[in-house]
């Protein structure tokens, strides 16, 4: 029955779901225009025409592959461009009311076929709703991990010091997943740079505890089996007095209050040394008035 409706005058039935979606009060012009619109709506409309050709009414099944392919790349693309799920959903969930208004047109003399189709309608689009919705909480939560690894990685930058001295400054609280960007991050700019020489500053680091001391002697190792060695700087009188109590052993890593003195014993190991720069000296400019008196006299 729903393929009746569908396959009735579908050229009119495309062009009354696209208008109803133009001119919901939740369309979103600044982020998909009327062009793509058209596009998406034509394409699924075509899909599920065949689809309903079929007979089969799993939506799960090899016959609604083609939908669910339409619908996974329209709820992905969606979700990259900030729209709700309510408002992705509302794709599907808008070709309600112009399929109803069909089939009140074509059952308008048999209430039992225009309850059935109205049944039907129901039946079929909330499915492909609700399996919208499911493919956009994936789609949201692919971006959110993405945004995470890329915050990860822009919050532990590796600069270059000196020709091979590298300096690596950590802000906020040092975990597992955190501690595997920054050695895969630190081995990766030994390797390119060929540095020696690696300042790891916990400056910006609010706490740390036996987890974090250890992710931070990982590090540390990882940097000399890649030949560089590591200075721990930002070494706080509170971060000191808790390395203390949780009885954690640094080792031969040598440690520095600031990245100032960690940079001076880079510098010394490397056999580099900052010298002041002294002003030459200039005789003050002679004074012609007093010249003048000298030759009187």
Same mark, same amino acid.
């Given at each position: 029955?729903?393929?009746?409706i569908?396959?009735?005058?579908?050229?009119?039935?495309?062009?009354?779901w696209?208008?109803?979606?133009?001119?919901?009060?939740?369309?979103?012009p600044?982020r998909?225009?009327?062009?793509?619109?058209?596009?998406?709506?034509?394409?699924?409309?075509?899909?599920?025409?065949?689809?309903?050709?079929?007979?089969?009414t799993?939506?799960q099944?090899?016959?609604?592959?083609?939908?669910?392919?339409?619908?996974?790349?329209?709820?992905?693309?969606?979700?990259?461009?900030?729209?709700?799920?309510?408002? /992705?959903?509302?794709?599907?969930? $808008? &070709?309600? !009311?112009?399929?109803?208004?069909?089939?009140? *047109?074509?059952?308008?003399? %048999?209430?039992?076929?225009?309850?059935?189709?109205?049944?039907?309608i129901?039946?079929?689009?909330?499915?492909?709703?609700?399996?919208?919705?499911?493919?956009?909480?994936?789609g949201?939560?692919?971006?959110?991990?993405?945004?995470?690894?890329?915050m990860?990685?822009?919050?532990?930058?590796?600069?270059?010091?000196?020709?091979?001295?590298?300096?690596?400054?950590?802000?906020?609280?040092l975990?597992?997943?955190? /501690?595997?960007?920054?050695?895969? $991050? &630190?081995? !990766?700019?030994?390797?390119?740079?060929?540095? *020696?020489?690696?300042?790891? %500053?916990?400056?910006g680091?609010?706490?740390?505890?036996?987890?974090?001391?250890?992710?931070?002697?990982?590090?540390?190792?990882?940097a000399?089996?890649?030949?560089a060695?590591?200075?721990?700087?930002?070494?706080?009188?509170?971060?000191?007095q808790?390395i203390?109590?949780?009885?954690?052993?640094?080792?031969?890593?040598?440690?520095?209050?600031?990245?100032?003195?960690?940079?001076s014993?880079a510098?010394?190991?490397?056999?580099?040394?900052?010298?002041?720069?002294?002003?030459?000296?200039?005789?003050?400019?002679?004074?012609?008035?007093?010249?003048s008196?000298?030759?009187?006299?």
């Open positions: 029955m729903l393929t009746e569908v396959a009735h005058d579908e050229a009119a039935l495309l062009q009354r696209i208008d109803n979606q133009f001119n919901a009060s939740g369309f979103r600044d998909i225009g009327r062009a793509e619109l058209q596009e998406n709506s034509t394409q699924f409309l075509s899909s599920f025409r065949r689809a309903l050709n079929s007979g089969a799993d939506i099944g090899a016959d609604w592959a083609g939908v669910r392919h339409i619908l996974d790349g329209l709820s992905s693309a969606r979700a990259e461009q900030g729209f709700s799920p309510t408002e /992705t959903a509302t794709f599907i969930f $808008s &070709l309600k !009311q112009p399929l109803f208004e069909r089939a009140r *047109a074509l059952y308008a003399n %048999d209430p039992a076929r225009l309850a059935e189709a109205t049944w039907e129901s039946q079929v689009l909330d499915k492909l709703g609700l399996y919208t919705a499911e493919v956009f909480q994936r949201r939560e692919a971006v959110i991990v993405r945004q995470q690894q890329e990860l990685e822009l919050s532990t930058p590796v600069v270059t010091l000196w020709d091979g001295i590298l300096a690596l400054p950590l802000i906020g609280t975990d597992s997943a955190r /501690t595997q960007v920054v050695m895969e $991050s &630190l081995l !990766q700019r030994i390797v390119d740079s060929g540095a *020696a020489i690696a300042i790891i %500053d916990i400056t680091v609010p706490t740390v505890d036996t987890l974090t001391a250890q992710h931070l002697l990982k590090t540390v190792a990882a000399r089996l890649m030949g060695d590591c200075i721990i700087s930002g070494i706080r009188p509170q971060i000191a808790t203390v109590h949780l009885g954690v052993e640094l080792g031969s890593v040598v440690t520095k209050a600031t990245l100032a003195d960690a940079f014993v510098l010394h190991r490397a056999g580099l040394a900052v010298v002041q720069k002294q002003a030459a000296r200039r005789k003050p400019p002679a004074d012609p008035d007093r010249e008196e000298g030759n009187e006299a």
